[in-house]
């Protein structure tokens, strides 16, 4: 499987943490895109995604089957922590090998390319 398509068949990281940001961030400042009825308050100056602040986190955003098909429903306006995580290589992020683990998913591996 290639890397590039990888998190289509994963979404453990948007079920294994909190997804908190700053508030500016969502449709309720001027600036802000991520949809704030998806959001909640969480601290003074944050928030987070809906499902990701509790025991067993799940965004509300995520559509599908963790580890089968999966598909962020605000792709284009996710938050700045979406953006940023990495998926794993190597174990390039063990965040990302962390969550593919507690849903039993391997971690990832370059395939090498054969000439
Ligand atoms: S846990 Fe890693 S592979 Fe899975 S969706 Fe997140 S970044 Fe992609
Ligand atoms: S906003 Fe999208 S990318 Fe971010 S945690 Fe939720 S489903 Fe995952």
Redesign the pocket.
């Known amino acids: 499987m290639s890397l590039a398509n990888?998190?289509l068949t994963?979404?453990?990281?948007c079920a294994s943490y909190r997804v908190s940001f700053y508030w500016g961030e969502a449709t309720g400042a001027p600036e802000g895109y991520v949809p704030s009825e998806l959001t909640e308050s969480f601290h003074p100056h944050l928030l987070c995604m809906q499902g990701t602040n509790q025991k067993n986190p799940r965004c509300v955003a995520l559509e599908g089957e963790i580890g089968q098909q999966v598909s962020c429903s605000i792709y284009a306006n996710r938050p700045s922590p979406c953006r940023e995580?990495s998926?794993?290589e190597n174990g390039s992020n063990p965040y990302?090998d962390k969550?593919?683990a507690k849903y039993g998913l391997s971690q990832?591996i370059p395939v090498q390319e054969v000439a």
């Not at 994963?10 to 990281?13: L, N, R």
């Open positions: 990888a998190c994963c979404g453990a990281c995580f998926i794993s990302c969550a593919r990832l």
